[in-house]
């Protein structure tokens, strides 16, 4: 049977190229998880998590309280909020006592505290990281943080040191200034 034979040997054919097909993508797969630079940004990436939490952990259970002794506060940050849209159950005597009953009871609040507790974490973390990045800085004389600019002819962002621009390729001493003026002055 001729034709048995000639779809046997085909299929043959597709299945050792679907298998060179798999191996050669699972080859490349691996060499890209065992690089140091994916191993190195999952190690960033676990200590970056974990390093969030402390951060949201000072700025929640020692920043915040403190701030909520001031006269004008009455309660925790976290616990300030306002009413916008009244839910069945609100009493016009007592109102909610907590941002959790107000969302129970279906009202539509705007939780300003929340939201200021949010961007505490947030500016906690950015200066600290800042200033690790400094430290790091320091000690290794290696620039992780470099200085900016925006290139004056594409208004993208390069290196304040850099000489032309990595986008436009423009100069940026000014030579196309001058030499466009030289240009104009000649004709």
């Not at 960033?44 to 402390?54: D, E, N, S």
Request: include cysteine; hydrophobic fraction near 45%; aromatic fraction near 10%.
């Amino acid at each position: 049977m001729r034709g048995l034979e000639e779809g046997t040997e085909a299929l043959m054919r597709v299945g050792h190229d679907a298998k060179e097909h798999v191996s050669h993508a699972w080859d490349g797969f691996i060499n890209f998880a065992a690089r140091d630079n994916v191993l190195e940004i999952a190690l960033g990436l676990i200590i970056a998590q974990a390093f969030t939490r402390v951060v949201n952990s000072f700025v929640s259970d020692i920043v915040l309280p403190i701030v909520s002794l001031l006269p004008f506060l009455n309660r925790n940050m976290d616990e300030k909020f306002a009413v916008l849209s009244k839910g069945p159950h609100y009493h016009e005597d007592t109102g909610y006592n907590t941002l959790e009953q107000a969302r129970g009871d279906g009202a539509l609040v705007l939780a300003y505290g929340a939201f200021l507790e949010t961007v505490l974490n947030f500016l906690g973390l950015s200066l600290t990281l800042y200033t690790l990045a400094q430290l790091y800085m320091g000690f290794s004389h290696h620039k992780i943080i470099r200085p900016q600019v925006k290139c004056k002819y594409c208004q993208r962002w390069i290196a304040k040191k850099a000489l032309r621009c990595v986008n436009c390729s423009s100069w940026q001493d000014g030579r196309e200034d001058l030499q466009g003026s030289g240009v104009q002055a000649q004709a």
